[in-house]
């Protein structure tokens, strides 16, 4: 037996996705992965435990790159299962495996990655539709980072099952500046970690999205994700962020949307149906990392971010990406939104998985009165579909609140 591993496979954490990978390729012959930059997904294709009978190719090698461009065929002669990486260096390779998954009956398949989604989706669509699932890797979780198995606190609440209390100590703050990016994880001094986001902006977001679609100014581009880092958490007015900046609606709407479909950026929609009250519609902006607004918005230490005007929204994206990972694990994975009428009541999130809804208020608080569950107790009477409305709470308690509200403590979801 060989007992020799590399020191990557040592390391490794596994990721939560994995199950979600083994189902999709039991029922498609083709699997996309895509995400942002740095969020590990060659790592996980590399060392993922259902992975290991795959053959692994990455574009990032010129010489491969040539041969995907001129000779794709060439490429599954001597493998039923390959994975290719950084696969939107080379368009037509997807024509080519929607032959070849034709031509043999699904018998071989294929595992394609990358990360620029505005090259790949539309070429997804027009050459694997029917025969290819997918899945954005987001940045880890808290609990994933630790090694622990994944968090059910979202499918037990579904299942309508009674939670455990999961309380731990834990440091909001330092959780927030430190941040879920797995290349995080290897710096150990926090005062670190803002110097690691300077170099992902410079390097992932500036040049990798100017090679992307023409960006005219840098600097107005800058100045975007400061405003969109400053308004993390609240409902978006693209308008009202074209006007800050000066520069054109138009422009203001082509990057927000630059950062969106990059998965830099995720646009929670507002929740509405034909009922009584009059809804807010816009959506909601929230980054990949909690962690990358709380820098570009010049927060550098734990101190100046538990002092800023934003912490209770950067706590709110904490809670967002923690939900978001938990929602998109179940099957089908649950949609989320958020609730606002035009007169200001709001519920933060609001998720929906079939005909059940379960409705989310953040407080940063440890203790919970009576007016924090006034909005919770406003929507459900509205949405009566609604199994339970929960209050995410810095206390330790998992408490009962209401007869459909209880209140959950943030280390249950983190």
Not at 107 to 116: C, Y
Request: glycine fraction near 4%; charged fraction near 25%; hydrophobic fraction near 40%.
């Amino acid at each position: 037996m060989n007992n020799n591993h590399s020191s990557s496979e040592l390391n490794y954490i596994n990721r939560w996705q994995s199950d979600l990978v083994k189902n999709a390729l039991s029922n498609y012959p083709v699997f996309i992965i895509t995400g942002a930059r740095q969020v590990g997904k060659s790592t996980f294709l590399k060392n993922d435990n259902n992975l290991k009978k795959w053959k692994y190719l990455s574009l990032d090698d010129f010489d491969l790159l040539s041969q995907a461009i001129n000779n794709p065929d060439s490429f599954w002669l001597d493998s039923d299962f390959l994975i290719i990486d950084e696969s939107q260096k080379a368009p037509n390779l997807l024509s080519a495996i929607k032959k070849v998954v034709d031509q043999t009956n699904n018998k071989k398949q294929f595992i394609i990655s990358g990360s620029a989604n505005l090259l790949l989706t539309k070429k997804v669509n027009e050459s694997l539709a029917g025969r290819a699932a997918y899945i954005v890797l987001p940045p880890m979780a808290y609990s994933e980072i630790r090694r622990e198995s994944h968090n059910q606190t979202v499918e037990k609440l579904f299942s309508e099952k009674k939670l455990n209390n999961r309380s731990r100590n834990i440091s909001v703050g330092e959780i927030l500046i430190r941040g879920f990016m797995p290349p995080l994880i290897r710096i150990k001094n926090i005062d670190d970690i803002p110097g690691w986001w300077e170099s992902y902006t410079m390097t992932y977001l500036e040049r990798d999205l100017r090679e992307l679609s023409q960006i005219s100014s840098l600097i107005d581009f800058r100045n975007l994700m400061k405003i969109l880092a400053l308004r993390t958490g609240r409902v978006l007015n693209q308008s009202e962020v074209a006007r800050d900046i000066s520069i054109s609606q138009p422009t203001s709407h082509r990057y927000i949307n630059l950062l969106q479909t990059s998965h830099i950026i995720e646009l929670v929609p507002a929740y509405f149906r034909n009922r009584t009250k009059r809804l807010v519609k816009s959506p909601k902006v929230f980054w990949l990392d909690p962690s990358l607004p709380i820098f570009l918005a010049g927060y550098y230490d734990k101190e100046s971010l538990e002092n800023s005007r934003e912490y209770g929204f950067f706590y709110e994206s904490l809670i967002y990406h923690h939900l978001k990972i938990l929602t998109e694990l179940l099957k089908p994975k649950a949609r989320m939104y958020y609730w606002r009428t035009t007169s200001g009541q709001e519920v933060d999130f609001i998720i929906e998985h079939g005909n059940k809804v379960i409705a989310v208020e953040v407080k940063l608080a440890d203790k919970i009165k009576y007016e924090d569950m006034k909005n919770l107790k406003i929507f459900i009477e509205e949405y009566p579909e609604t199994i339970i409305g929960i209050v995410i709470y810095s206390g330790n308690e998992l408490k009962q609140l209401d007869n459909k509200i209880i209140a959950v403590p943030i280390s249950n979801i983190l």
